[in-house]
């Protein structure tokens, strides 16, 4: 537990991963209808399209290069991050021919992100930074060595938009302690960032799979953590989400 406790002091300085995993193959069932004619990265939210949210947070904090998962309408997806190639290194990893989902997409990319800590970050949500960047808050309380994976969660009462109860328990230190019980709320929801050690992927069965496969081996040895995030967050999963979203954020 000593160690634990230390993983958490933020330590100054501590480097970005270098490489971010980019969860964009989804096909956004329940955004239809705006998903009917473009990807649901593609979707616009305060004038801009989701997965734009998404690469303005990595280029801040200085990630180098994403490698990014495509399946429904990945052309379109394709020619919009052509846009990035000034700016940031993109890699796609194809899954045209089978949605693998979260799980498989890793497992799809694995030979494309090295052994070193990676970002993971869905491209369905969409975050505001409070005093300190979310990515470099995970940054620096990234223990390689006490942790498989550290999940960027937000309190049950912050999650906006939100149709979930919750996910996490999390101990003093950092240590996730349970999942949420089946009909029971949770104190914490997975914001869809995290950073992990692509070492743990492995062991994994073929086609499609949850990450949650991961994250539970890691919970039963006790390296699965979680770290607040000190800004707002919110759940862009359907279209009535959208303007809830604008509205908040008009408002500050």
Same mark, same amino acid.
């Given at each position: 537990?000593?160690?634990?406790?230390?993983?958490?002091?933020?330590?100054?300085?501590?480097?970005?991963?270098?490489?971010?995993?980019?969860?964009?193959?989804?096909?956004?069932?329940?955004?239809?209808? $705006?998903?009917?004619?473009?990807?649901?990265?593609?979707?616009?939210?305060?004038?801009?399209?989701?997965? !734009?949210?998404?690469?303005? /947070?990595?280029?801040?904090?200085?990630?180098? /290069?994403?490698?990014?998962?495509?399946?429904?309408?990945?052309?379109?997806?394709?020619?919009?991050?052509?846009?990035?190639?000034? !700016?940031?290194?993109? *890699?796609?990893?194809?899954?045209?021919?089978?949605?693998?989902?979260?799980?498989?997409?890793?497992?799809?990319?694995?030979?494309? @992100?090295?052994?070193?800590?990676?970002?993971?970050?869905?491209?369905?949500?969409?975050?505001?930074?409070?005093?300190?960047?979310? *990515?470099?808050? $995970?940054?620096?309380?990234?223990?390689? !060595?006490?942790?498989?994976?550290?999940? @960027?969660?937000?309190?049950?009462?912050?999650?906006?938009?939100?149709?979930?109860?919750?996910?996490?328990?999390?101990?003093?230190?950092?240590?996730?302690?349970?999942?949420?019980?089946?009909?029971?709320?949770?104190?914490?929801?997975?914001?869809?960032?995290?950073? $992990?050690?692509?070492?743990? *992927?492995?062991?994994?069965?073929?086609?499609?799979?949850?990450?949650? @496969?991961?994250?539970?081996?890691?919970?039963?040895?006790?390296?699965?953590?979680?770290?607040?995030?000190?800004?707002?967050?919110?759940?862009?999963?359907?279209?009535?989400? *959208?303007?809830?979203?604008?509205?908040?954020?008009?408002?500050?």
């Amino acid at each position: 537990m000593r160690r634990a406790a230390l993983a958490l002091r933020p330590q100054p300085s501590a480097p970005v991963p270098r490489t971010a995993m980019v969860m964009a193959a989804g096909l956004g069932k329940r955004m239809r209808p $705006l998903t009917a004619t473009r990807p649901k990265p593609l979707i616009e939210v305060a004038g801009k399209a989701l997965i !734009d949210h998404v690469f303005d /947070r990595l280029r801040a904090a200085g990630v180098e /290069r994403a490698v990014v998962n495509v399946h429904y309408l990945a052309d379109a997806l394709e020619a919009h991050l052509a846009r990035y190639a000034s !700016d940031i290194e993109i *890699i796609v990893s194809d899954e045209r021919e089978r949605l693998l989902e979260t799980g498989g997409g890793l497992v799809k990319a694995r030979h494309l @992100l090295g052994d070193e800590p990676i970002l993971v970050v869905n491209s369905d949500n969409l975050w505001v930074d409070g005093p300190v960047d979310a *990515i470099r808050l $995970l940054a620096d309380r990234w223990d390689g !060595d006490v942790m498989d994976a550290l999940l @960027l969660v937000v309190p049950f009462a912050r999650a906006y938009n939100h149709p979930g109860r919750g996910d996490f328990h999390i101990g003093g230190d950092g240590r996730i302690v349970a999942r949420r019980k089946q009909g029971r709320v949770a104190p914490f929801v997975y914001t869809g960032v995290q950073i $992990l050690d692509p070492r743990v *992927i492995e062991n994994h069965p073929d086609g499609p799979f949850s990450t949650n @496969l991961f994250w539970n081996r890691s919970l039963e040895k006790e390296r699965l953590y979680g770290v607040v995030h000190q800004g707002m967050w919110f759940d862009v999963g359907s279209p009535k989400a *959208i303007p809830a979203t604008e509205a908040v954020l008009a408002g500050g």
